[in-house]
Every structure is written in C-alpha cells, then in structure tokens.
C-alpha cells in the first residue's frame, strides 16, 4: 500500500539572512519566511484526508464555501472530564475543604436522599459548576472569535450537564457535556467543543486554590448529526 507524507516545514532565518533553521513535522502545510503557504504532497485522487481550509487554486488557507449546502438541523455534543486529587474529593465530601480561611462545600440534590448526588461546589469565587455552564455558554457563543474558519452561527440551543463521579484509578473526576443545536449549513461540533473546553478551564480556574493537581483531559466529541455524515461515539450512552 502507498502511503502519502504530509509535511510542515519552518523556516526561520537569522538577521543576516545567511543561516537557515530548518524543521519537519507531519502536518501537510508549509511555513516560510515570506508568508503561509500550504500544500499536500499526496496525490489528490484517492486523498482521504485532504484539508478542507485550503484553497485548491492558491493553496492558501480559506474558509470553506457552504453557500451550496443545504440548511439542515444539526446537533453535537462533546465531553470534557476534570480530574481531582483524591485528598481534594475527599476534603469536599467530608466539608473540611478550604482556602485561604474560606470553605468550599457540596451543595446535594435535595430529592436525591439515597445517594446524596452533587449537583454543585460553592467555593469562594461562587458555585463552581453553575459558572462553569454560563462561561461554556458564552464560549459557545464566541467560537467563531476564536477559531479562525468557523463560520459565525446563530445558535439555537446549548445545554450544559455536570456531574461529579468517583474516577476508576482513585479520586474523582467532573464530567461536563456540552450540547449545542442548530439549523445552519454547517455544522456546530467546535462549538460543543469550546463550550465544555471554556466549561471545564472555569471549573480549574474555581478550585485551584485546593490544588494545582487538578487536570483537564479527554476533551472530544462524543456525538454530531444533521450533516453530511453523523457520529456517535461508544461512550455516547454511559
């Protein structure tokens, strides 16, 4: 079987211009002095993994044209898990979490009374998770900012779930989902993204006066579907 290399190659130049530093990475794209440039060293025909936001004329980065496609419903949802220390999941539960002299506490489901599910942190900063779902929403909102070819969308929904579960190795972990929809001519799975991205770095941000040992990790998509092919993921339903 061929196999096709994409490269990406820098060069950086001294002030003189006579020494050149040159690097390789597998990425189908070329950085140089003057200016970006990308390209492919794989043939087109038969090209499974050919870059959507490149021109084929100027092989130029490019936003992709969707004024053809055709306006459909479009969901995803992608996952985020934030991973805490066992002696900072047992400090919570047991109340004796603090920081500098102010405690941190779980707030219960008060209808839940058989396993006392959490349902939110209240540190100082405020409660944890709830700014966590306004801050991932507003990334949500604001992905076309940051992301350079994401087409601005007028979102119609974004929801928010977090649950707080016992981590398989020890500790615990926060498992924020993110579910945005849409009726659009592309589809909304960076969005979803951003949103539990965004979600989960303001969880950190709230609890890092308990320890810097808290990581973010795993963040991916989890199910997208209304446009030209669906994906759900195995953990979709867990």
């Avoid at 941190?104 to 942190?121: E, G, R, S």
Wanted: net charge positive; with cysteine.
């Amino acid at each position: 079987m061929n196999r096709h290399v994409h490269q990406l190659q820098w060069w950086s130049f001294s002030a003189g211009g006579h020494s050149a530093e040159r690097r390789m990475y597998s990425a189908g794209r070329r950085i140089c002095s003057t200016g970006l440039r990308l390209y492919s060293t794989a043939r087109k025909e038969n090209d499974i993994g050919k870059l959507t936001h490149v021109d084929d004329t100027t092989n130029m980065p490019c936003m992709v044209d969707v004024g053809g496609k055709s306006v459909t419903k479009r969901t995803a949802r992608a996952r985020t898990d934030v991973l805490l220390p066992q002696n900072v999941g047992e400090a919570l539960l047991q109340g004796r979490a603090s920081a500098g002299g102010k405690k941190f506490t779980l707030q219960h489901d008060p209808d839940d009374n058989q396993t006392a599910k959490v349902v939110d942190i209240v540190g100082p900063k405020g409660p944890i998770f709830a700014t966590a779902v306004v801050a991932g929403t507003m990334g949500v909102k604001k992905t076309s900012d940051l992301i350079p070819f994401c087409h601005p969308l007028a979102v119609e929904n974004v929801k928010f779930s977090v649950e707080w579960l016992a981590a398989p190795g020890g500790g615990y972990r926060v498992l924020i989902d993110c579910e945005v929809s849409v009726s659009g001519k592309t589809g909304v799975e960076m969005e979803a993204l951003a949103g539990c991205s965004i979600a989960a770095l303001t969880v950190y941000d709230m609890c890092k006066a308990l320890s810097h040992d808290i990581v973010l990790e795993r963040t991916r998509l989890v199910f997208k579907s209304g446009g030209k092919s669906d994906f759900i993921r195995e953990e979709m339903n867990e």
